[in-house]
């Protein structure tokens, strides 16, 4: 297979965009969620979007090969909350090994189609590993603010079965991303090591954190420089933003990661911020002016979209990026 560092060094390479947004389009209802296999489970299933890599295989397979039509080079797996902590809100901790499994074969097999049509052109498949919905530095109690909700050991146990799942089944690479709490991070990257070991096989990481909001800080408090830092150690690929803000809103926090890393840089803002119903209303070409900036500044060397955004944003992305070199790495002194 293709080195995707020698990519990376020749030019910008193209991340997919938002698997929520694309799922919205089929207005799934909750038999759709069930399928044959949960009808009869006891929670509500609807709005499990990782779940559809189990029972609707089709729209996931669908959703990879729209983005790829539109000049993806990496596409992530239908895994943002494919952990035992995440899928506890549905009870179904026992098929989390499976989730991860399907959804990256799906996803390989999509980009060994799409590899096959164009030779020139690899496409990569990025196991997605999303934060989950506790936070190991926080406490959510505002009354006890010495309680945690979950601990580093769990956190560690969690990813390894998403990792585990992910890399047997065909994923190339592994990003851990959305990261809004460097500590939550720091266990899954943990986590990825043990289970490299496990299996004796490497992956390269890809690693993109999330600013939440004007402050230019994560939600556990750090600068985007001081996350950068706090994950430097982990032999990376990449680093890079991505969800939380839109383009326009991330340039200031973008600039100054790519000033200090010693990796590959990636962007994937979302289409604009949220509008007072939790839409997103940037346009392909909106959205296309101002990720140019990123481009021609030097920025970086992996471009994509997160929230609100379809192959017609990445469309236009691909478009843009093609006319711009990549990021260089920085020359390290001794």
């Known amino acids: 297979m293709t080195d995707i560092k020698q990519l990376l060094n020749k030019r910008i390479l193209i991340l997919d965009g938002a698997m929520g947004t694309m799922i919205q389009r089929y207005q799934l209802n909750e038999n759709d969620f069930r399928g044959e296999r949960f009808k009869n489970h006891s929670l509500d299933l609807q709005g499990n979007n990782d779940l559809l890599s189990i029972v609707r295989p089709d729209i996931i397979e669908a959703i990879h090969k729209a983005y790829l039509d539109a000049g993806s080079d990496i596409i992530e797996t239908n895994t943002f909350s494919g952990t035992t902590i995440a899928q506890a809100d549905y009870k179904l901790e026992s098929i989390v090994y499976e989730l991860n499994y399907e959804s990256a074969r799906i996803a390989k097999k999509a980009c060994m189609e799409y590899t096959a049509m164009d030779p020139s052109k690899p496409r990569f498949v990025a196991g997605?590993?999303?934060?989950?919905?506790?936070?190991?530095?926080i406490s959510p109690d505002v009354n006890n603010p010495g309680f945690r909700a979950i601990t580093f050991d769990e956190l560690v146990e969690a990813y390894a079965l998403q990792v585990k799942g992910l890399i047997e089944g065909g994923a190339d690479l592994l990003l851990v991303e959305t990261v809004f709490d460097t500590l939550n991070c720091k266990a899954a990257l943990?986590?990825?090591?043990?289970?490299?070991?496990?299996?004796?096989?490497?992956?390269?990481i890809m690693v993109s954190g999330t600013i939440t909001d004007?402050?230019?800080?994560?939600?556990?408090?750090?600068?985007?420089?001081?996350?950068?830092?706090?994950?430097?150690?982990?032999?990376?690929l990449s680093v890079g933003l991505n969800c939380a803000l839109g383009a326009k809103e991330m340039r200031p926090y973008l600039e100054a990661i790519s000033k200090m890393a010693d990796c590959y840089v990636s962007a994937?803002?979302?289409?604009?911020?949220?509008?007072?119903f939790g839409q997103y209303d940037e346009s392909p070409e909106q959205m296309g002016k101002q990720v140019e900036e990123f481009c021609a500044s030097g920025f970086i060397n992996i471009l994509g979209g997160c929230c609100g955004t379809t192959p017609d944003h990445i469309k236009v992305m691909a478009t843009i990026a093609a006319k711009y070199n990549p990021r260089q790495l920085p020359i390290l002194q001794d």
């Open 190 to 204: 943990f986590a990825i090591h043990q289970v490299f070991d496990e299996l004796n096989k490497e992956l390269p």
């Open 214 to 236: 004007a402050s230019g800080r994560t939600l556990s408090g750090q600068t985007a420089e001081a996350f950068y830092i706090s994950v430097s150690h982990a032999n990376l």
């Open 128 to 137: 997605a590993i999303g934060p989950t919905n506790r936070t190991a530095s």
């Open 268 to 276: 994937y803002p979302n289409a604009g911020l949220p509008n007072e």
